[in-house]
C-alpha cells in the first residue's frame, strides 16, 4: 500500500474522533513507580508545550487519550504555555503525584536533562517526543527513547511544494530558534534554495509557534518584501495567519502559503483555495510515545529505535479533495492497544502508522 495512503487512513482516525477530556496534574493516589505491579493502576503523565495550538492543545493530546482509553491507563496531562520553568515545575508536581512513566514534549532541549535526571531519580522512565533533547542525553540510560517527525524533511517538503508551484521569491517565518524542530525544519529550507538557485529567500525570521507570532512575523516581512510569491511558515498556526493577512491583502492569486501539521482548519483553507500545502501526522507521536511508556511501566524492556523519524504525508490543493473524500470522511482509527508489547508480547514497536 503507497505509504502516503496508509498515512492518511491513520491520520483521519485522529481527526475524527474526539475523546473525553483528560485530567490536569493532579493527586493520583498511591500509583505505584515504573516498572511496577502488571495489576495496578498505571498512571502516565504528558507534559507538552501549549494548548492554544490544534496541534498540541487538540490532535497531539487526543492521540495520547485514544491510547488511554484502548489501554486502561490514567493520564495526567499538563501544557506549560511554552514555558521552560513551567514545564520543569509541572513534571515535579507529577513525580509527587505518582506517575509511573512520562511522555515529554520539551519546550526546548534545556529542560531534558533537569526533567529526566529527576525522573530517573524516581525510577520513572521518560519517553521524549517531538523535540530531540540533543546528543549529552542518551536513549537507553536517561531516557527510552525519542519519537518525532523527520523536521528536514518536512521543512525540504513544505519549500519544495511552493517552488515546484510556480515561487521565486520566498519569505520564510520560522519556528523557535535553537530547538531541534525549528532548526531542522529550516535546515530543510536550506537545501531546497540550494537544490534551487534561482530561487530567492527574501527574508528568514525565527517566529515562535502561534497564530499570532506568525500574524506579528508576516506583517512586519510583508512590509518589508511586497514582492513575495511564497512564504514558508514553520507551522500551520503561522502559516494560517499568514493566509488570514494575504486575504486582508487581495494576495490569495499572487501568494502561496505552505506549513506543517495537516491540522483540520488547514484542510478546510486547501479546500477553500486560501492555504497551498501542508505536511503532518505526526501528532501521533504523543499517542505512540504513552504506548511505549505504559509498556516501559509495565516493566516490559524497550527493543525499537532509539531515535524515531516518523514519514509525514504530503496534501496541497491540487490533491486535497481526494484526500478527505477518500480518508477523512471514513471512521478509521488506530489499534493503539495492539501496538503495546505489555499487551502483546510478540508485537514489534512499529511507527510507520501502517493499517491492518
Known sequence: MNMEKVLTMVLAGCMVFGLAG???ASDSGSA?????????????????????????????LNSAKQAAEALGFKLIADDCDYDQAE????????????????????QDASVCAGITAACKAADIPVVIIDRWPGDDLKAGEDYVCFIGPDDEQAGYDIAMSLIDSGCKKLLGVGGVQGTSVGEGRKAGLDKALKENPDVELLQYEYAGDTWDDGDKAFRNLYQAHPEVDGVWCFNDSM??????????????????????????????????????????????????????AYDAAKG???????KVQMSLLRVD???VGE??????????????????????PDVEYNFNLTLE
Request: aromatic share 10%; proline share 1%.
Open 22 to 24: 483528560c485530567e490536569k
Open 87 to 106: 514545564q520543569i515545575s509541572d513534571v515535579d508536581s507529577m513525580i509527587s503525584s505518582g506517575i509511573n512513566a512520562l511522555v515529554l514534549a520539551p
Open 239 to 292: 502559516a494560517l495567519a499568514t493566509v488570514n493577512v494575504v486575504k486582508e491583502e487581495g494576495k490569495l492569486e499572487k501568494i502561496k502559503v505552505g506549513g506543517m501539521d495537516l491540522l483540520s482548519n488547514s484542510v478546510e483553507s486547501m479546500e477553500a483555495k486560501e492555504l497551498w500545502f501542508s505536511t503532518g501526522g505526526h501528532y501521533m507521536e504523543a499517542g505512540f510515545g504513552a504506548v511505549v
Open 323 to 344: 484526500f478527505k473524500e477518500q480518508f477523512l470522511d471514513k471512521e478509521q482509527s488506530y489499534d493503539w492497544a495492539g501496538a503495546s508489547r505489555a499487551e502483546n
Open 32 to 60: 505505584d513507580k515504573g516498572g511496577g505491579n502488571a495489576d495496578a493502576e498505571i498512571t502516565i503523565g504528558y507534559s507538552f508545550p501549549g494548548s492554544n495550538n490544534e496541534f498540541w492543545g487538540s490532535n497531539a
Open 300 to 306: 516490559v524492556e524497550y527493543n525499537g529505535e532509539e
Open 317 to 319: 490543493q491540487t490533491n
